[in-house]
């Protein structure tokens, strides 16, 4: 009979001691983590083209209201409602006898009153030569003389009423000071009207051109002048800066305008000025009143730096900071400062250099000072060349 022997456990601690003994031989880094993966983009400088979108309001370009200048009862329109008009063309036609006959009323005293001019002329030249021969005594002299200038005069006032005549007979007939679309009338023929009213009869607007007016931050004015005076922005060739209209429904109005011009007045409550653009309207689609945004296309910055917007984070007290990987492959945070908006990107102002890498995925578990594995990640697009940027109240503040 065979007998089993017991196993002491002093001979199976060894066994074990010197099986793990043989695992860390075979495995000297298991204590070791591996670098954290992290995704970045090297930052490089490029050519953009630096847009601002602000909302704002159209408005007509001109505008008139017709008023009767002179009383009377309207007997024609000769206009369609709602059409469009020409200057000089001939709107209403107010009942012109009374003026008719007032106008030749003035032209019949004009008339006497050139006549006895003649007289009077013609009788100071005569005493002119008699009272060279001492015919005639200086005082009846003098009194010709007199006679001859006061006649002149009543022909020059008879002349000033035939010419105030003549111009209430013109206004008889009201005409379109401007070319535009006119509204609906509000007096209808037959009614009486009267000089100097204040209800209008019609309304002209002219819509092409017209005004696409819109409010720009104080701030952001000031961040072009001064990047047009550094150099940064490279303004249009021509010196002017294009204007496009996006309108309510999200479509894009087919016409480019242009910047007519800024206040000089900051409105105290907004902290804005009202900059003013022209904007082509041959088809009269843009009407006054409409809202639509209106993008300015200020220039370009040939050596921008665009930041993925991923890439921002902002501390306690709200500014901008990103991760940035050195050279050594470890982390650290960097305050930037922070321009407008461009598309998925920010311009960087201040912070950042030509060829940093800034990690856009993977910032959760990272640290300052920590090793990182740096994957390069596709750059936006926004990157690579012009890109709309919607103006940031809070990009301007950073940009400050």
């Not at 309001?57 to 309207?74: H, K, L, M, S």
């Not at 000769?78 to 200057?87: A, P, Y």
């Not at 003013?276 to 910055?301: C, F, S």
Request: hydrophobic fraction near 40%; aromatic fraction near 4%; charge should be neutral.
């Amino acid at each position: 009979m065979t007998r089993t022997l017991p196993i002491r456990p002093t001979l199976l601690a060894a066994t074990a001691l010197l099986a793990l003994s043989a695992c860390k031989r075979n495995a000297p880094n298991a204590g070791q983590m591996p670098p954290q993966g992290v995704g970045v983009v090297t930052l490089h400088p490029s050519a953009v083209d630096i847009r601002t979108s602000l909302p704002g309001r159209t408005n007509a370009f001109e505008i008139a209201e017709v008023r009767p200048q002179v009383t009377g009862v309207i007997e024609k329109r000769l206009f369609v409602e709602g059409s469009d008009v020409i200057v000089g063309q001939q709107l209403y036609q107010i009942d012109a006898s009374r003026y008719k006959a007032t106008f030749d009323s003035a032209q019949g005293q004009l008339d006497q009153a050139r006549a006895r001019a003649v007289t009077a002329s013609a009788q100071a030249r005569r005493y002119r030569e008699l009272v060279r021969t001492h015919a005639v005594s200086n005082q009846d002299y003098d009194n010709a003389v007199a006679a001859e200038k006061e006649a002149l005069g009543q022909v020059m006032t008879a002349r000033g009423q035939v010419e105030s005549a003549q111009v209430d007979l013109a206004y008889t007939k009201m005409y379109a000071p401007i070319t535009g679309r006119i509204s609906r009338t509000i007096t209808t023929v037959g009614a009486l009207v009267t000089a100097n009213q204040t209800q209008n009869l019609a309304i002209i607007t002219r819509l092409d051109p017209i005004y696409v007016d819109v409010n720009l931050p104080a701030i952001t004015l000031l961040r072009l002048r001064r990047e047009l005076a550094d150099g940064r922005i490279k303004p249009q060739p021509d010196g002017k800066v294009p204007v496009t209209v996006t309108m309510e429904d999200g479509t894009t109005f087919g016409q480019i305008g242009r910047m007519a011009l800024a206040e000089v007045n900051v409105d105290t409550s907004t902290s804005t000025v009202v900059v003013r653009a022209i904007m082509p309207n041959p088809d009269k689609l843009l009407l006054p009143g409409m809202y639509v945004h209106a993008q300015l296309d200020e220039g370009t910055d040939p050596n921008a730096l665009l930041v993925p917007q991923e890439a921002v984070s902002r501390n306690t007290h709200g500014d901008p900071q990103v991760w940035i990987v050195g050279a050594d492959n470890t982390v650290s945070l960097r305050q930037v400062t922070l321009g407008q908006a461009m598309g998925s990107s920010w311009v960087v102002l201040s912070g950042l250099a030509n060829g940093d890498r800034v990690v856009v995925s993977g910032v959760q578990k990272i640290r300052p000072g920590m090793k990182v594995a740096p994957q390069e990640t596709a750059a936006p697009s926004d990157q690579t060349g012009a890109s709309t940027a919607p103006a940031s109240p809070a990009a301007d503040k950073n940009g400050q």
